[in-house]
Structure formats: structure tokens, C-alpha cells
């Protein structure tokens, strides 16, 4: 059964820190991952992804891959208290099915 | 239209109810995914479509589950005999990429079995 694991929280930043979520998966033969924030009540957005090792910016939004120790991590600069949501990681499976962590809550305090 | 739409936003059943939840995905779209959130939890997929064909459905938790998508478009999933377990969030989502690059989902069904 493969597996995303993610600390559910809650994540609490002051606002203007870095915020840092982090993910790890169990199948090492996995290529695609994901970050979806869900906003309580709301539908899962895709706000990143990412399929090499490395870092891949986008605005104030790092991803960070290390596929030699299955983990990825979001990085949030200058968090808002508009970021504050549930931060969901998710893996990339044959077929294109996600398979998702339970997400990490994130509250940015003014 | 100009995203997935879902209906109906809100369903309660009573216990024992056949329910059917239906899914318009973005026009021209020919992947289509379920996938059933429980509160505090990630979604869990349930199902997934090519155009018409049901290439994947390891995830229907019980024969009560069932998901069709007749014309390759719009896509309905009904559960049966409906249990307090089945109370969730049901989430669609398209995409025209088999899913390579992430996909958006709909607003959702939020099911109340009581």
C-alpha cells in the first residue's frame, strides 16, 4: 500500500515568516508530486508540482524534492493569513490517481 | 462551462437511501477521477474514467459503489443503500492529460448519511 505522510498539525507561522511543510512517500518508484491548499469548506487547488530533484520556485512557493529520501517540502516566504488552509501533498500514481496525504494545517497569525 | 461542476452541493440521506451524485467535467476533457474526502482526512480515490471506459475502479470501497460515464462526458456516481460510513465530501476532477500535471477538482458533494 503505498503512503503519503504528512504532519496534520496545526502549523502556526507569524505572519511575514517562512513557512515550511514537509512530505514524505513510501514508494520510491514514484515521479510526480503534488501540493494542493484546501481553504476550509473549499474544494483541494493545485497551487504546485514538481518532478525533478531540486527546488522549483513560484512566487512566494518553493517546492523541494529529494527522491533519495522520499520527501518533499512546500516553502511559504512572507506568509499571509491568507495561506492559512490545509496543505495537502500528493503523489503521482500510474493512471494519473493521486494518492494524498491528510494534509497539514497552516495558520499565518497577523 | 468554465470548470468542473458538481451536483448537488448538499445531499442528505436517511440511512438505506440510493443517492446519485453527478460530475461535469471541463468540456473536452477525457479523464475524469472521484475521489471521497472524510473530514480531516486527504481525499481517497475512488475511481477513474477514460472518455467512456472505467479503467481503474480499485478504490469503490463496497458493490454499493457505482460509477458511470456513458457518453464520455458527464459522469454520475451512485451508492446504494447508503451507511453512515459513506457521510463524506465527493470530489471530481478532469483533466486532458491524463492527470501527468496535477488536476482541478470540482466544489464537490457533501453527503450526510443520517
Known amino acids: 500500500q503505498k503512503e503519503v505522510e504528512q504532519n496534520s498539525g496545526p502549523l502556526s507561522v507569524p505572519e511575514g515568516a517562512i513557512a515550511s511543510l514537509n512530505c514524505t512517500y513510501s514508494?520510491?518508484?514514484?515521479?510526480?508530486f503534488f501540493w494542493y491548499r484546501q481553504y476550509s469548506g473549499k474544494s483541494p487547488e493545485l497551487i504546485m508540482f514538481?518532478?525533478?530533484?531540486g527546488d522549483k520556485e513560484d512566487g512566494r512557493f518553493t517546492a523541494q524534492l529529494n527522491k533519495a529520501s522520499q520527501y518533499v517540502s512546500l516553502l511559504i516566504r512572507d506568509s499571509q493569513p491568507s495561506d492559512s488552509a490545509t496543505y495537502l501533498c500528493?503523489?503521482?500514481?500510474?493512471?494519473?490517481?493521486?494518492?494524498f496525504g491528510q494534509g497539514t494545517e497552516l495558520s499565518v497569525k497577523p | 462551462g468554465a470548470g468542473v461542476s458538481q451536483s448537488p452541493r448538499y445531499k442528505v440521506a436517511k440511512r438505506g437511501q440510493d443517492v446519485a451524485l453527478r460530475c461535469d467535467p471541463i468540456?473536452?476533457?477525457?479523464?475524469l477521477f472521484w475521489y471521497q474526502q472524510a473530514l480531516g482526512q486527504g481525499p481517497e480515490f475512488l475511481t477513474y474514467?477514460?472518455?467512456?471506459?472505467?479503467?481503474?475502479k480499485s478504490g469503490l470501497p463496497s458493490d454499493r459503489f457505482f460509477a458511470e460515464r456513458p457518453e464520455g462526458s458527464v459522469s454520475t456516481l451512485k451508492i446504494q443503500r447508503t451507511q453512515q460510513e459513506d457521510s463524506a465530501v465527493y470530489l471530481c476532477?478532469?483533466?486532458?492529460?491524463?492527470?501527468?500535471?496535477?488536476?482541478?477538482f470540482g466544489s464537490g458533494t457533501r453527503l450526510t448519511v443520517v
Open positions: 468540456s473536452g476533457h477525457v479523464s
Open positions: 514508494d520510491r518508484g514514484s515521479q510526480s
Open positions: 474514467f477514460q472518455n467512456e471506459a472505467q479503467l481503474d
Open positions: 514538481i518532478y525533478s530533484n
Open positions: 500528493a503523489v503521482n500514481e500510474e493512471g494519473g490517481k493521486l494518492i
Open positions: 476532477a478532469s483533466t486532458d492529460l491524463g492527470g501527468t500535471y496535477g488536476y482541478t
